[in-house]
């Protein structure tokens, strides 16, 4: 079993930052890509950003030179520095996690999501 917690979310007002944390654990041999998906009321699921193990990067265009996604491989973890919030930042943010078991193949694994409001 693989667990993904997220945490960090919270108000914040327009122009302000956040940093989200993504914790990964459980029975795991090696962690692939790791990514940044929100999904806003009403809305569908989208990316946000991704990182692979070597540390490539992909950006949604709208975060571009806002956010930057980031990985300590050693604790199995992912962050997601969020500068210059805008309201339609506002979203319900949750980390993927591409592991393979020890036991097991690969597989994609979700967490709960936190929620991220951005509002004067």
């Known amino acids: 079993q693989v667990h993904v917690v997220e945490s960090g979310g919270g108000l914040v007002q327009p122009g302000g930052s956040l940093r989200l944390s993504c914790a990964a654990s459980?029975?795991?041999?090696?962690?692939?890509?790791m990514g940044w998906y929100l999904q806003a009321p009403g809305k569908q699921r989208e990316l946000v950003a991704t990182?692979?193990?070597?540390?490539?990067?992909n950006y949604a265009d709208s975060v571009k030179g806002r956010f930057t996604i980031s990985r300590d491989n050693a604790k199995n973890t992912v962050y997601l520095q969020m500068n210059s919030l805008k309201p339609e930042d506002t979203a319900v943010y949750y980390c993927?996690?591409?592991?393979?078991?020890?036991?097991?193949?690969?597989?994609?694994?979700w967490g709960q999501g936190t929620r991220v409001t951005v509002s004067s």
């Open positions: 990182i692979t193990s070597g540390g490539s990067t």
């Open positions: 993927n996690v591409w592991a393979r078991r020890v036991v097991g193949g690969l597989s994609d694994y």
């Open positions: 459980g029975n795991i041999f090696s962690i692939n890509a």
